[in-house]
């Protein structure tokens, strides 16, 4: 057997040498087999840098992630409750004790009144703030001097405490639902005034040059180029900022007037000061859910007003082309407008042309 064979089949082992001796045995990363094996194990992973997952692979991480969660809860609460890591004098009950609470929460402290009213009043506030929002914010794009004029407060409006405004809305509105339905309004409307103006100013240019090109005045290069193309956008904030909202209305509700129904918010403190504490718990996670039902909603309202930017069916948007089509020819029929004398003479032809006309075509 000579030199070379041994070197390929032992070499971890070392050589022997013509003389008898035995070298000194290679290192481990001589061989090439190890590190291909870890390359081809990683390679299996799927973790490609920017990869789009399959869906059925993105909701399984999902559920693992809400089972991860739950396992953390399960075992910093498990056993006996002074052996536990969480004792419940902490306000965290173990998973089964606080879902066993989820029936006296439901009825006795009315779960769904309570759930009912600060929706009414996220969507009394959010509804004020994009009704005066929203116009403003059109102005402001269209226009630089009105966006320079309202610039410090949407400035303010944005970067204020939001917490800082309850004493505020106390002061100015008192205790009541109109206090509530004015802070959603004060906590979003300089979001959706700069945000509508954003999408206005990135609508391109060239679609507002080939409108005047066409004839058309200001007003209707608003109206029928810049508002309808930055639609999708301003819909879009809107749908974010809405979530948001919700998650202000908790503050709002920290004070309850008079005998009426609070809220979430109002379970939460009031649950928090004479307990069961579990209901926070409860509450909280009913939070997200129904956050994260109102948001599927609107993305699929989204989706179908707007399906050439976001890839929905189009119901919606054929539905509103249509109310559109049918608004202008109601227009057309009860304010029909007389055309100018130059447009009806060009379109009645030349005079040779209307005579020939009345008497039948020129004699031959």
């Known amino acids: 057997m000579d030199q070379t064979e041994n070197e390929t089949k032992s070499p971890r082992l070392g050589t022997e040498t013509a003389d008898g001796a035995t070298s000194p045995p290679r290192p481990a990363l001589a061989s090439p087999a190890m590190p291909a094996a870890r390359r081809s194990l990683l390679s299996r992973l799927p973790l490609g840098l920017r990869e789009d997952a399959p869906r059925w692979q993105v909701a399984l991480m ?11 809860w399960w075992f910093v609460t498990r056993g006996e409750a002074e052996e536990r890591i969480l004792s419940p004098s902490s306000g965290i009950s ?19 009144r309570n759930l009912l009213t600060s929706l009414r009043r996220v969507a009394s ?21 009105v966006d320079a004029f309202f610039l410090p407060v949407t400035v ?39 945000d509508t103006a954003r999408s206005i100013r990135e609508v ?8 005047y090109t066409l004839g058309a005045g200001r007003w209707q290069a608003i109206m029928k180029v810049l508002v309808p193309l930055a639609l999708p956008g301003v819909f879009n904030s809107l749908r974010l900022l809405f979530s948001l909202a919700f998650g202000y209305i908790m503050l709002a509700e920290v004070v309850k007037f008079g005998g009426e129904s609070g809220g979430l918010g109002d379970i939460i403190n009031t649950s928090q000061r004479r307990g069961p504490r579990e209901h926070v718990v409860l509450v909280l996670l009913i939070i997200p859910v129904v956050a994260l039902a109102i ?24 539905l509103v082309r249509a109310l559109m089509h049918g ?25 040779q042309a ?9 004699r031959t």
């Open 62 to 72: 999902g559920l693992l992630g809400i089972a991860a969660c739950f396992g953390i």
């Open 94 to 112: 173990s998973p089964s004790e606080t879902f066993a609470t989820f029936h006296s929460l439901w009825f006795d402290r009315a779960l769904t």
């Open 125 to 145: 506030g959010f509804g004020l703030a994009t009704a005066v929002g929203v116009p403003l914010g059109i102005l402001c794009g269209c226009f630089t001097r």
């Open 156 to 194: 303010f409006g944005r970067n204020i405490p939001v917490a800082a405004l309850i004493p505020l809305t106390f002061s100015l509105f008192g205790i009541g639902e109109l206090q509530k339905t004015m802070f959603i309004f004060i906590a979003c409307v300089a979001f959706i005034v700069s």
């Open 204 to 211: 391109r240019e060239s679609y507002v040059d080939s409108a």
């Open 295 to 318: 948001d599927k909603a609107l993305l699929w309202i989204q989706r179908e007003l707007f399906p050439y930017r976001y890839g929905g069916v189009g119901v919606l948007h054929s």
């Open 327 to 351: 608004w202008e020819d109601l227009k057309g029929l009860v304010w029909r407008r007389p055309l100018p004398a130059s447009i009806a003479g060009e379109l009645a032809g030349p005079p």
């Open 354 to 362: 209307r005579r020939d006309g009345q008497t039948g075509g020129p």
